[in-house]
């Protein structure tokens, strides 16, 4: 659990798939699939962006990279399942379901990049590649994905495809699902439903997070509207349907984030022109979007009626207006801290946060288990499910200790199997919820010494050995415990020197 916390599950993975890769050699589809599955151990995690159409996809994944890559119109290419690279340089390539991968030109307008297919239909396309240099990408490919729910059921059928393990006729290529929605609907709970996986590796929320989209929508626009929609946040969160789905519960307001990451000097000047309008008939204005539009008197000496305030709509709604121009009364004096604090307020920095502990710090426990559900779909179809490969698998999961705690944190969020109260935010801490190193399972600040962190751990472990005797406790609460118990036990184990 220190420098590669989930190194030795990593390595037992990677020995079964090259066993059974050459179990397949003379089935060069099933071979190339394993191979597939094994180089995707050594590649960046693959995270797909998915939700209802307009649910603000494109908008978040630019917010994410920091530059406008992704189209966010309703274009062709927006109903094409896009992976999203970093690269040494620009690159576009589109991949046929039938015929050689074509290049692109690379084609960039007002700064954003603009995908033309060259006449080629959606339906024709199984994807579109973008390399992109991008600090943003650099441990992550994001995968944009077309509409859930679109009025072409075609299109949505392809994002359904492409997450869904039970809808794929292959593998799902994503290792982890970012599901946009703008409020939970039993829609959105079934379609996260269908993220969850059925196979051996099965571990119900841990390869999602849930994002309430446009979150500035929630308090209609006003400057306090994060505030709502972090409430709301949070009261989704603690439901036990949703906890039982997804890792966790973060509102973003994608438009201010991006604008925010890509601001530039040009806005912040006709910003700050707006700020200089009298408070009352600014937001007299921007009481509708229509009236914005329409506004004269000083809102027109500042920002002429026509294309200049659709361009300031597109790029910061009427939340991004209200709010930067409230910022630049209250002091902010320049485009860089302009950014910062719109970028601050979006909450973007709470998914960052949540994507960078969920998934960024297990990458290897979710790309070890996309290849475990990989190969047992492999044997399942081929009726291997007796065999010596099979018997290797399982194994490996009654070995791997990783796979247990997911179990378990899956079963306390979802309400399975109950503890106390005061216990059960622990023993979820302790399993990992909160991040694999042993300082967060532990819940200790950062710059704790070794010693600290090894004395936690040591007087955690006397506490749930403890519990564990509970004579009040049932089978399933004792089982809990005892499993919590090898949490703190590898924990010791790693921080001991040897």
Same mark, same amino acid.
């Given at each position: 659990m220190n420098g590669r916390p989930y190194g030795a599950l990593s390595d037992a993975v990677r020995e079964v798939l090259r066993q059974a890769t050459h179990l397949y050699r003379d089935r060069p589809r099933t071979a190339a699939? +394993? &191979?597939?599955?094994?180089?995707?151990?050594?590649?960046?995690?693959?995270?797909?962006?998915?939700?209802?159409?307009?649910?603000?996809?494109?908008?978040?994944?630019?917010?994410?990279?920091?530059?406008?890559?992704?189209?966010?119109?309703?274009?062709?290419?927006?109903?094409?399942?896009?992976?999203?690279?970093?690269g040494h340089s620009p690159?576009?390539? /589109?991949?046929?379901?039938?015929?050689?991968?074509?290049?692109?030109?690379? *084609? &960039?307008?007002?700064?954003?990049? *603009?995908?033309?297919?060259?006449?080629?239909?959606?339906?024709? +396309?199984?994807?579109?590649?973008?390399?992109?240099?991008?600090?943003?990408?650099?441990?992550?490919?994001?995968?944009?994905?077309?509409?859930?729910? #679109? /009025?072409?059921?075609?299109?949505?059928?392809?994002? +359904?495809?492409?997450?869904?393990?039970?809808?794929?006729?292959?593998?799902?290529?994503?290792?982890?699902?970012?599901?946009? /929605? &703008?409020?939970?609907?039993?829609?959105?709970?079934?379609?996260?439903?269908?993220?969850?996986?059925?196979?051996?590796?099965?571990?119900?929320a841990v390869n999602a997070i849930a994002v309430i989209s446009r979150a500035d929508e929630i308090g209609a626009g006003r400057v306090d509207a994060m505030i709502s929609a972090r409430a709301i946040a949070h009261r989704y969160r603690a439901e036990p349907t949703v906890r039982g789905l997804c890792q966790d519960v973060v509102a973003v307001a994608g438009l201010?984030?991006?604008?925010? &990451?890509?601001?530039?000097?040009?806005?912040? *000047?006709? /910003?700050?022109?707006?700020?200089?309008?009298?408070?009352?008939?600014?937001?007299?204005?921007?009481? #509708?979007?229509?009236?914005?539009?329409?506004?004269?008197?000083?809102?027109?000496?500042?920002?002429?009626?026509?294309?200049?305030?659709?361009? +300031?709509?597109?790029?910061?709604?009427?939340?991004?207006?209200?709010?930067?121009?409230?910022?630049?009364?209250q002091g902010t004096t320049d485009s860089p801290t302009l950014a910062a604090e719109l970028v601050a307020r979006s909450g973007l920095p709470d998914l960052q946060r949540v994507l960078h502990t969920q998934f960024t710090q297990r990458r290897d426990l979710l790309k070890a288990r996309s290849a475990l559900l990989a190969l047992e779909r492999v044997l399942r179809a081929d009726g291997r499910t007796d065999g010596p490969l099979a018997a290797q698998v399982e194994r490996i999961l009654a070995n791997a200790h990783e796979f247990t705690e997911l179990r378990l944190l899956s079963a306390l969020r979802s309400g399975a199997v109950t503890l106390p109260r005061e216990m059960a935010g622990e023993a979820e801490r302790l399993l990992g919820a909160a991040g694999p190193a042993p300082r967060q399972r532990l819940g200790l600040p950062a710059g704790c010494g070794a010693l600290e962190v090894r004395n936690a751990a040591l007087a955690t472990l006397h506490r749930w050995q403890n519990h564990a005797v509970n004579p009040m406790f049932g089978r399933a609460a004792t089982e809990a415990c005892r499993v919590v118990i090898r949490s703190c036990e590898g924990m010791l184990a790693a921080l001991t020197p040897r």
């Open positions: 699939l +394993l &191979r597939d599955q094994l180089d995707r151990l050594d590649e960046p995690l693959r995270v797909a962006i998915a939700g209802k159409v307009k649910a603000g996809k494109s908008t978040l994944l630019n917010a994410l990279v920091g530059e406008p890559v992704a189209p966010t119109d309703a274009g062709e290419c927006t109903r094409v399942v896009t992976w999203y690279r970093d690159r576009v390539v /589109m991949y046929p379901r039938s015929g050689a991968p074509v290049p692109l030109p690379v *084609v &960039r307008r007002d700064g954003a990049l *603009v995908i033309e297919l060259k006449g080629a239909a959606a339906e024709d +396309l199984d994807r579109l590649v973008v390399d992109w240099p991008s600090q943003g990408l650099r441990g992550t490919t994001l995968i944009d994905t077309p509409g859930i729910a #679109s /009025m072409s059921t075609q299109t949505a059928r392809r994002t +359904l495809t492409f997450i869904d393990p039970e809808e794929a006729d292959t593998p799902t290529e994503a290792d982890a699902v970012v599901y946009l /929605m &703008r409020h939970l609907h039993t829609a959105d709970i079934d379609l996260l439903e269908a993220f969850r996986d059925q196979g051996v590796a099965s571990a119900g201010l984030a991006e604008t925010g &990451r890509t601001l530039r000097h040009a806005e912040f *000047v006709t /910003m700050a022109r707006l700020a200089g309008v009298p408070r009352t008939e600014l937001e007299a204005a921007l009481l #509708s979007v229509d009236r914005f539009r329409r506004a004269e008197g000083a809102v027109a000496d500042a920002v002429e009626i026509g294309e200049d305030r659709d361009a +300031l709509l597109r790029r910061f709604g009427l939340f991004g207006i209200r709010l930067a121009t409230t910022l630049i009364r």
